[in-house]
C-alpha cells in the first residue's frame, strides 16, 4: 500500500490520509438499525454505500479524528429530503440492529477507504496463504468529462492562450452544484506576482466552454472565462482573528 507523504497529512483531515467523505448520517430510519445519509457528494453512491461491504466505510462522530471502521450489510439510493439534494441513501452498517444503536450514529461523518492492496487470508496448512478478494471502495472508470474532486484539488490554473504561461491560480476547493449553484465551481486561490495570495480566491464554473482543458497528469487545469468573469467572481476571504489582553491600567488576576 502507498502512503502519503507524512508533511501532507492532517491529522483532522481524513481525506489526507486514504479516505473520501461519503456524506453525514441524518437520523435513524425505520426500526431495524438503518440510518439516512445526506449530502452524499459523490457520484458513486450506489457502488460505495449500496454494496455490502467489510471495513470499507468509516464512521467518524463529532469531536473524534480518526474514522472507525464498519461493515456494510445493504444499503438502497432514496429521494433526498434536503433542499437541492438529489439523493440520500438509506444504509445498515454491521452489528447496528435497532432504532437506539442507529440514533447513536447521528451527526457522524461517513467516509470511504481508498483500499488498493489484496489481504491475505490465514490458514493452519502449511502451503502458501491464498489472496481472499476484499470489497473495496476504488471507484470505477470514469468518463473523459468526470473528474474526482481529489484528483481536481491542487492542480494549478493556467490562461488558455498565455505565450508566458504564467500561473494564475491554484485549485483549493470545489463548490458543488448542490449548494444552490447552476454549475458546480471551481475555487481558485489566485496569484499574485507569481506568488500564491492565501487570501485572495476566485469562483469559475466548471463548463467545458470555460474550462476547455484538464491535465490531470500534470496537474494543469486551463480555463477560457470570458471577459469580465475573473473580476467579477473575485473575493477575499479574511479571518477573523481575536486579540485577547488586559486593557491599560487593568490589574492582573491573580492565579488561582
Known amino acids: 500500500m502507498e502512503f502519503p507523504q507524512t508533511n ?5 483531515d481524513p481525506t489526507t490520509f486514504g479516505f473520501v467523505p ?13 440510518v439516512r445519509i445526506i449530502k452524499a457528494e ?6 460505495r454505500l449500496c454494496t455490502p461491504s467489510i471495513g470499507a466505510i468509516g464512521l467518524r462522530p463529532q469531536g473524534r479524528k480518526f474514522p472507525r471502521f464498519v ?31 442507529a440514533s ?28 481472499t478478494p476484499t470489497p473495496t471502495l476504488t471507484p470505477p472508470t ?21 505565450k508566458q504561461d504564467n500561473k494564475l491560480g491554484t485549485i483549493s476547493s470545489i463548490i458543488l452544484k448542490e449548494h444552490a449553484l447552476a454549475h458546480d465551481n471551481l475555487e481558485i486561490k489566485l496569484c499574485n506576482a507569481g506568488i500564491v495570495d492565501e487570501f485572495k480566491f476566485a469562483l469559475i464554473p466548471f463548463v467545458p466552454t470555460i474550462v476547455p482543458t484538464v491535465d490531470l497528469k500534470s496537474k ?9 468573469l475573473l473580476e467579477s467572481c473575485t473575493f477575499v476571504r479574511r479571518e477573523k482573528v481575536v486579540i485577547r489582553g488586559l486593557l491599560p491600567g487593568t490589574p492582573a488576576r491573580p492565579p488561582a
Open 8 to 12: 501532507l497529512i492532517d491529522p483532522v
Open 22 to 34: 461519503l456524506g453525514m448520517i441524518s437520523a435513524a430510519h425505520g426500526v431495524h438499525g438503518h
Open 42 to 47: 459523490t457520484d458513486f453512491g450506489i457502488h
Open 71 to 101: 461493515g456494510v450489510i445493504e444499503g438502497r439510493q432514496v429521494m433526498g429530503k434536503e433542499k437541492n439534494a438529489d439523493f440520500d441513501y438509506l444504509v445498515k452498517f454491521k452489528d447496528i440492529n435497532d432504532r437506539n444503536a
Open 104 to 131: 447513536r450514529l447521528r451527526g457522524c461523518e461517513v467516509f470511504g477507504w481508498i483500499n488498493t492492496t489484496t489481504p491475505t487470508s490465514t490458514s493452519t496448512s502449511t502451503s502458501t496463504p491464498t489472496p
Open 142 to 162: 470514469l468518463p473523459p468529462d468526470e473528474f474526482l474532486v481529489r484528483d481536481l484539488v491542487g492542480c494549478n490554473i493556467h490562461l488558455v492562450g498565455n
Open 220 to 228: 494543469l487545469v486551463y480555463i477560457d472565462p470570458p471577459s469580465g
